[in-house]
């Protein structure tokens, strides 16, 4: 049981691999689902990372019966001349159980993952202005990486 | 970038306090820590307890404690205290900018200043406290 800033009730969460079924629930509170996002996306997302795979991986959070956090990630090879190493690219809390530890145990998992799976560095990219993220990263011992993200309007 | 004097006392002074989880530390001891004045410490903590984040207890055995929320307190919210974090001049990118030079030399620094900003408002207290946990030296 842990405690959430935002819940006077403990959370009783579990970690598990994500199922079809879970999609609508994500939906609800992924920050980029008011957006542009095709109606398609996280159908696709599953296919691609929500069976079982060797180097992808699509967990969820449970609290009781309730889905109340996700995660993805995957192992790149040799991406821009790296050794192979974990990206995590997308992460979702609830809003109302935030800074209860989800997304720390979300990412401890995924972590593992990427350990089981044989590499040593896991890498994510967050927006400049998403201070939330920036500092949840941050709080689980990420730094600055030795690339730095470039782009140009084409 | 380079802090000011006042700002740098006042990060350690903030961090050792958050560092002692509510304990109270006299400003003589924090000053002692650091090799520093303590009457330029004095003035950096009465600005920190006008901030909300440290409480002062007067009298014989009185001190500061860290009363505020280290996971939600950033280096930024302390650093802003003592002085604005922004390269001078170029705080915004829609600033009139005379000449070419200018307008180019504006686009390079406020992209350095946006990084800056950016990554001092992530660091907590909170995890400036792990850092210091697992890099060590002198407590």
Same mark, same amino acid.
């Not at chain 1, 009730?9 to 199922?19: E, H, W």
């Not at chain 2, 009298?59 to 280290?70: D, E, I, P, S, V």
């Given at each position: !049981?842990?405690?959430?800033?935002?819940?006077?009730?403990? @959370?009783?969460?579990?970690?598990?691999? =994500?199922?079809?079924?879970?999609?609508? =629930?994500?939906?609800?509170? $992924?920050?980029?689902?008011?957006? $542009?996002?095709?109606?398609?996306?996280?159908?696709?997302?599953?296919?691609?990372?929500?069976?079982?795979?060797?180097?992808? @991986?699509? @967990?969820?959070?449970?609290?009781?019966?309730?889905?109340?956090?996700?995660?993805?990630?995957?192992?790149?090879?040799?991406?821009?001349?790296?050794?192979?190493?974990?990206?995590?690219?997308?992460?979702?809390?609830?809003?109302?159980?935030?800074?209860?530890?989800?997304?720390?145990?979300?990412?401890?998992?995924?972590?593992?993952?990427?350990?089981?799976?044989?590499?040593?560095?896991?890498?994510?990219?967050?927006?400049?202005?998403?201070? $939330?993220?920036?500092?949840?990263?941050?709080?689980?011992? !990420?730094?600055?990486?030795?690339?730095?993200?470039?782009?140009?309007?084409? | 970038?380079?802090?000011?004097?006042?700002? *740098?006392?006042?990060?350690?002074? /903030?961090?050792?306090?958050? %560092?002692?989880?509510?304990?109270? *530390?006299?400003?003589?001891? +924090?000053?002692? %820590?650091?090799? /520093?004045?303590?009457?330029?410490?004095?003035?950096?903590?009465?600005?920190?307890?006008?901030?909300?984040?440290? %409480?002062?207890?007067?009298?014989?055995?009185?001190?500061?404690?860290?009363?505020?929320?280290?996971?939600?307190?950033?280096?930024?919210?302390? +650093?802003?205290?003592?002085? #604005? /974090?922004?390269?001078?001049?170029?705080?915004?990118?829609?600033? #009139?900018?005379?000449?070419? /030079?200018?307008?180019?030399?504006?686009?390079?620094?406020?992209? +350095?200043?946006?990084?800056?900003?950016?990554?001092?408002?992530?660091? &907590?207290?909170? &995890?400036?406290?792990?850092?210091?946990?697992?890099?060590?030296?002198?407590?």
């Amino acid at each position: !049981m842990i405690e959430s800033e935002f819940t006077e009730t403990p @959370l009783d969460i579990r970690i598990r691999k =994500a199922v079809v079924s879970d999609l609508p =629930a994500i939906t609800t509170f $992924d920050e980029r689902s008011d957006k $542009d996002v095709n109606p398609g996306y996280w159908q696709e997302m599953f296919a691609r990372y929500g069976d079982d795979h060797d180097k992808q @991986l699509f @967990l969820v959070c449970e609290n009781g019966d309730e889905i109340v956090g996700f995660i993805i990630g995957e192992v790149r090879d040799w991406e821009f001349g790296s050794r192979p190493c974990g990206w995590v690219f997308a992460l979702g809390v609830r809003p109302d159980v935030r800074l209860g530890g989800v997304a720390t145990q979300l990412y401890a998992a995924i972590c593992a993952f990427f350990k089981e799976a044989g590499v040593d560095k896991v890498r994510t990219m967050v927006a400049r202005q998403n201070n $939330d993220f920036h500092s949840f990263f941050r709080s689980q011992g !990420m730094m600055a990486g030795p690339y730095i993200q470039l782009e140009k309007d084409l | 970038m380079k802090l000011q004097q006042s700002t *740098l006392l006042g990060l350690y002074a /903030v961090l050792e306090l958050a %560092k002692a989880e509510g304990g109270q *530390l006299s400003a003589a001891g +924090i000053a002692d %820590k650091f090799d /520093v004045s303590i009457n330029h410490l004095a003035k950096v903590l009465r600005i920190l307890v006008r901030a909300g984040h440290l %409480k002062a207890a007067r009298g014989a055995g009185g001190g500061y404690r860290y009363t505020g929320n280290a996971k939600r307190t950033t280096l930024m919210d302390i +650093i802003e205290l003592f002085e #604005p /974090v922004s390269i001078e001049g170029f705080e915004g990118r829609d600033l #009139p900018h005379g000449t070419d /030079v200018e307008a180019g030399l504006a686009v390079a620094l406020v992209e +350095i200043s946006e990084l800056m900003q950016a990554t001092l408002q992530s660091i &907590t207290l909170r &995890t400036m406290l792990k850092i210091m946990q697992s890099r060590g030296g002198k407590t």
